[in-house]
């Protein structure tokens, strides 16, 4: 519809057609609310997303809001695989700290899921989905915030208005910072390798991390006698590897994993992610919020990132939920508060421990190394921590 101005008007405008933003358009369309999102890639990008490499470690609770949102329904069973139990260990000690599911659970601890797969269910369900308005091919020149509504300009369309902005564009959001809000960034120096390799012996569905010197190795179980392999190291190590001979690299990789998979081969290609984690000052404006990466980019050590993304859009459409329940106004100051304190308690605690525990593991001289062996003895021993961890993960 049109307001008096001409400008195009929803009740909330989302930036960003990631899962975070996608997933939350989802959301509140089940509300019955008119929502726009404004994504800068072309439509086929969205429906056919390519293979990124990625493999994202769903929490239960994250796949229930998938599942609750339709999108988990569209994958193959070769699409999903169980993690049973995940190990740490500290460079080439034999110890290391063991998750697994409790006495009484059912089920595994958590499922991975190829981040291809999962924006191609999203997409495919939020482009038929009455209520929600994909605008591809846009780049926003100006947003901002009005007494009673928010207006986007964008290099395609007239003025769009809504009564909330929500930016859901990556942990480099350039809403956010147009918007007026910053963020706390720490930039650890290193690039993540992604890649997946075949390998002769099983995994047992068991996922592995291991702090090696000068690197960390981590290898996550997909089915079959497959895993994806995430190698994190400094920069320019990590491109001269990335640029290396296939037969080259998988020697490498055979030499740092001894045997721990067998003999291993590539089945892809190789993919840089530089590792930077961010923390958004504030996140709510005036009819403005954030949600996925653009509010918190974490570190991938504990695997909560993306998780924190699909809690965050779930938190922001229950608290716009129940702000009109109580006959409140949808972006109001009250109501985005709440959200911001909920998510705060949620993830600051997290994030911190997270950047401390990546920090502690990529420092190589004697003390940490003992002290990295200390935390991992501790960690083994003390029942109560392991038990919150392995709950955080099933809730």
Request: glycine share 8%; charged share 20%.
């Amino acid at each position: 519809m049109s307001g008096k101005t001409g400008a195009k008007t929803h009740d909330v405008i989302v930036i960003g057609a990631g899962p975070a933003g996608l997933s939350l358009a989802l959301s509140l369309a089940a509300l019955d609310l008119r929502v726009a999102v404004i994504e800068r890639q072309p439509r086929e990008a969205l429906a056919a997303p390519a293979d990124d490499g990625r493999e994202i470690a769903l929490t239960h609770g994250s796949m229930r809001i998938l599942r609750a949102l339709g999108a988990a329904q569209g994958w193959s069973v070769s699409e999903i695989s169980p993690i049973r139990a995940a190990r740490v260990y500290n460079g080439r000690s034999a110890r290391f700290l063991d998750f697994h599911s409790q006495a009484g659970d059912s089920g595994p601890l958590g499922y991975l899921v190829a981040n291809h797969c999962i924006r191609r269910e999203l997409y495919r369900c939020a482009a038929s989905r009455a209520g929600i308005e994909l605008l591809f091919n846009r780049r926003v020149l100006s947003c901002r915030a009005e007494p009673r509504q928010v207006a986007v300009e964008t290099d395609a369309d007239g003025a769009l208005r809504a009564a909330l902005l929500v930016a859901a564009d990556s942990r480099h959001s350039e809403t956010r910072r147009a918007m007026g809000i910053g963020a706390l960034a720490h930039d650890f120096g290193k690039t993540m390798l992604v890649t997946r390799v075949a390998h002769s012996r099983p995994h047992q569905g068991v996922a592995m991390e291991w702090f090696d010197f000068g690197r960390t190795i981590a290898t996550l179980p997909l089915c079959g006698r497959q895993s994806s392999l995430i190698l994190t190291l400094p920069g320019f190590e990590a491109e001269r590897l990335a640029a290396a001979e296939p037969a080259a690299l998988e020697a490498r990789l055979n030499q740092w994993l001894d045997g721990r998979l067998g003999e291993l081969h590539l089945t892809c290609g190789v993919h840089r992610y530089p590792l930077v984690a961010v923390y958004a000052r504030r996140f709510v404006g005036p009819r403005f919020a954030l949600v996925g990466d653009a509010a918190v980019g974490m570190h991938p050590v504990t695997a909560h990132g993306f998780n924190f993304g699909l809690c965050s859009q779930k938190l922001l459409a229950e608290t716009l939920a129940e702000e009109r329940r109580a006959g409140g106004e949808l972006g109001s100051d009250a109501a985005l508060a709440r959200y911001e304190r909920a998510h705060l308690r949620r993830t600051w605690p997290l994030y911190q421990a997270t950047n401390a525990i990546a920090t502690l593991y990529a420092l190589d001289a004697p003390p940490a190394r003992a002290l990295r062996s200390l935390m991992l003895g501790l960690g083994e021993r003390v029942a109560p921590l392991k038990r919150a961890i392995v709950r955080e993960l099933r809730s």
